[in-house]
């Protein structure tokens, strides 16, 4: 009996225990059911911003449509753009021609009034030269001498060349005249000391020649020849370049030598300076003004009492060559820069006529030597074409004989150092060769002989 009874009692017990589980599992089953609402009530929010995001995309689609339409408009005004651009190219192109036909018949009308006028002033000449003769009751041509044609100065056929390579780092130290009527070489004392890439010019009469290198070192010295000294000598001037330049050109304008560019052997550089150099005593220097670049185996030439300085080059390279022109206005005192030459060019000859500078041969940032001849408008910084050289020639030397240009000597590939000269009269259509010297030389200078 009292085991029914204690078995009824763990049952009771038992019975309480699952009562106890089975609210513990209502709970639960409480707390899944508010998951299950809230996962609900989330999946709702997930699928309304789905929704919003389809809405957006199908937003998004529209407006991608729109810009595309826009960049085919654009692509479209572009299209049209380059069709306009390219109608406007040929219009330019066209009118550049034209402008090009235009400067190239102004050049042709030019070149034609130049030979007109020579020819008229060289026909006027040999009707006076006739006239004169048959009144002294003698024909033209019966000393057998042949009229020079084109003329040259009757007081004055001698030109002077002086130095330069005559071979390979061969420098020389002699002195020639050379008569363009007769082609006769004729020696004349030598210098004191070999010189090439020198410089030169012509003073009260004299010789006068500065700077340069022996084929080792610069030099800063001057050597001069007074022509109506007997016997003839070159002698040292007392007075001294600033500093040792090669390279490097002179001029005299109203007593005072202007020496400028070149390459200053004290410093190992290319020279930027123009210097004033007295050629009386105590012969003071001083740096005159600075080029906008340095250059060196360029040109100067004074014309209307201002100082023009063309092309050269930067470095000892020819890849370095530049086709600057500046002009020095002694009146006021500046520099200021030109209107450029065709292309770089440098180790050229030049010469002045009128207010035209000649620029003759030289070479060009490629290392090619040239038979080019222009003539610049220092007026109008407008370069015109002349006849080509017979020679291509660098390091060449060049004078003017009213209308005659003499040019001497050089350097090119094919024939090497040179001795050939030749010879042009301005409105002329080619050159002429002459005889040639009996020295070749290269890098050296030249001036016409001085009357004595």
Known sequence: MEEIERKQEEMKENVGEIKKSQDVINVKVNQMKENVDEIKQSQNDINDKVNQMKE???????????????????????????????????????????????????????????????????????????????????????????ASNPPVPDNNKDIIILGGYYARARVSNTVQKFNIVSGKSTHLPKLNHPRVNLASFVYNGDVIITGGHDGQVGTDSIEILKINQDPLQWMMFDGKLPVKLSGHDVIVYQGKLYAMGGYNWNEKKTNDNIYELSIIPPYTAKPLARMPQPRQNHRAEIVNRKLFILGGRATGLSKDAIDS????????????????????????????????????????????????????????????????????????????????????????????????????????????????????????????????
Request: hydrophobic letters at 35%.
């Open 56 to 146: 957006n995309v199908g937003e998004i689609k529209k407006s991608q449509g729109v810009i595309n339409v826009k960049v085919n408009q654009m692509k479209e005004n572009g299209d049209a753009i380059k069709q306009s651009q390219d109608a406007m190219n040929v219009k330019v192109n066209k009118i550049k021609d034209n402008v090009d036909e235009m400067k190239q018949t102004q050049a042709e009308m030019k070149a034609d009034q130049i030979a007109f006028e020579v020819e008229v002033r060289n026909q006027f000449e040999k009707m006076t030269e006739m006239f004169n003769q048959l009144l002294e009751g003698r024909n033209i041509n019966n000393n057998g001498a042949q």
């Open 325 to 452: 022109v500046v002009v020095y206005d002694f009146i006021k005192n500046e520099l200021k820069p030109c209107p450029s030459l065709p292309k770089p060019i440098c180790a050229m000859s030049t010469v002045t006529w009128g207010n035209k500078i000649i620029v003759i041969g030289g070479s060009d940032k490629n290392d090619q030597i040239l038979n080019d001849v222009i003539m610049y408008g220092t007026d109008t910084g407008e370069s015109q074409k002349l006849p080509q050289l017979i020679h291509k020639r660098c390091g060449s030397s060049a004078v003017i004989m009213n209308d005659v240009i003499v040019v001497l000597g050089g350097w090119n590939d094919e024939e090497g150092h040179l001795n050939s000269v030749e010879r042009f009269t301005m409105g002329g259509d080619h050159w002429r060769e002459l005889p040639r010297m009996k020295e070749k030389r290269f890098l050296a200078t030249a001036v016409v002989k001085p009357c004595n």
